[in-house]
């Protein structure tokens, strides 16, 4: 399994961005995949995930703000982010599990990752 991610940028707060992970040695439409982000010296948090039936979750700093998405012609999973907030400023990471459902939702249960994508939020 390979996760690609792009996407990610420099924005000021209140700004748009919608990363992308393409993947490859894995069908997308078929499991749970994630967005998780990790703040300069935080701990990894998850953010949105959606499951094979299209079952969406996200943590609830990100609700009416980010919309995860998926496209399955093109294997790729998308994290639309819109009014974007300078606490949202961290590594984004493309996450994959084995399983078709998302809970329980722990980083652990994601054994497959991308290299990242970083996002800058600017007040």
């Known amino acids: 399994v390979q996760l690609v991610e792009s996407g990610g940028g420099s924005v000021q707060a209140g700004g748009s961005l919608r990363l992308s992970c393409v993947a490859s040695g894995y069908t997308v439409s078929g499991y749970c995949m994630g967005w998780f982000r990790q703040p300069p010296g935080k701990e990894r948090e998850g953010v949105a995930f959606i499951n094979r039936d299209l079952v969406t979750s996200y943590v609830d700093s990100v609700k009416g703000r980010f919309t995860i998405s998926r496209d399955k012609a093109k294997n790729t999973l998308y994290l639309q982010m819109n009014s974007l907030k300078p606490e949202d400023t961290a590594m984004y990471y493309c996450?994959?599990?084995?399983?078709?459902?998302?809970?329980?939702?722990?980083?652990?249960?994601?054994?497959?990752w991308g290299q990242g994508t970083q996002v800058t939020v600017s007040s």
């Open positions: 996450a994959a599990r084995n399983s078709w459902y998302c809970n329980p939702i722990r980083d652990v249960a994601f054994p497959s």
